[in-house]
């Protein structure tokens, strides 16, 4: 965060990030970005009530893209 005016730098926040795809450090960036934002504008409970907001939509992604996986996966039968 720099000092002189209360905002966040995306260094500071995600620093460097190695060995995964550019996509999931700008997705994992965003996110923590989008966390330290929360933290500072908003009380305790209300950060909670996010957080969990947050990690259910990040399960159901994951499921969604799990079925995404499968069907692409599966063979395609021949319509008679």
């Known amino acids: 965060m720099n000092?002189?005016?209360?905002?966040l730098s995306n260094?500071?926040?995600c620093?460097?990030?190695?060995?995964?795809s550019e996509t999931t450090n700008?997705?994992?960036?965003s996110v923590a970005i989008a966390q330290e934002k929360i933290k500072l504008l908003y009380p305790v409970?209300?950060?909670a009530k996010f957080f969990d907001l947050q990690a259910e939509a990040d399960l159901l992604l994951k499921?969604?893209?799990?079925l995404k996986q499968q069907r692409t996966e599966q063979?395609?039968?021949p319509v008679s």
């Not at 000092?3 to 905002?7: E, H, K």
């Not at 700008?26 to 960036?29: H, L, Q, V």
Request: charged share 5%.
């Open 15 to 20: 620093g460097s990030q190695r060995g995964a």
């Open 11 to 13: 260094t500071a926040v």
């Open 75 to 77: 063979p395609v039968s």
């Open 3 to 7: 000092a002189s005016n209360g905002q």
């Open 26 to 29: 700008t997705y994992s960036c």
């Open 45 to 47: 409970d209300q950060q």
């Open 63 to 66: 499921q969604l893209q799990a």
